[in-house]
């Protein structure tokens, strides 16, 4: 039974830091390509940051220099570390898996950034 588990999220000011987490079971998480997406409030679920198998990243050009993606393979987990948050980060942040014709969905994990 595939599994994503998000955890991590919260109420912060503007400023502080987070870290959410992912982990995973049921698939073969090393070989797949990993992401986190977040959805505000009637919005579209955007791409956040990305993680390939080889540890290449990308982020969307809104979070760019203050998140980071990792992934720890041997634990199946998979990480974002959200720094100087501000109120527009304020969104459900999903983790999701991908490898063709497969892909995954956790089931979100809150984030609200208060001014």
């Known amino acids: 039974q595939v599994q994503l588990v998000e955890s991590g999220g919260g109420l912060v000011q503007a400023g502080d830091s987070l870290r959410l987490s992912c982990t995973t079971s049921g698939f073969p998480f090393n070989n797949y390509l990993m992401a986190w997406y977040r959805q505000a409030p009637g919005k579209r679920r955007d791409v956040v940051a990305t993680?390939?198998?080889?540890?290449?990243?990308a982020y969307a050009d809104s979070v760019r220099g203050r998140f980071t993606i990792s992934r720890n393979n041997a634990k199946n987990t998979l990480y974002l570390h959200l720094n100087s948050l501000k109120p527009e980060d304020t969104a459900v942040y999903y983790c999701h898996g991908d490898r063709v014709p497969y892909n995954h969905w956790g089931q979100g994990t809150q984030v609200t950034v208060s001014s």
């Open positions: 993680i390939d198998r080889d540890f290449s990243t």
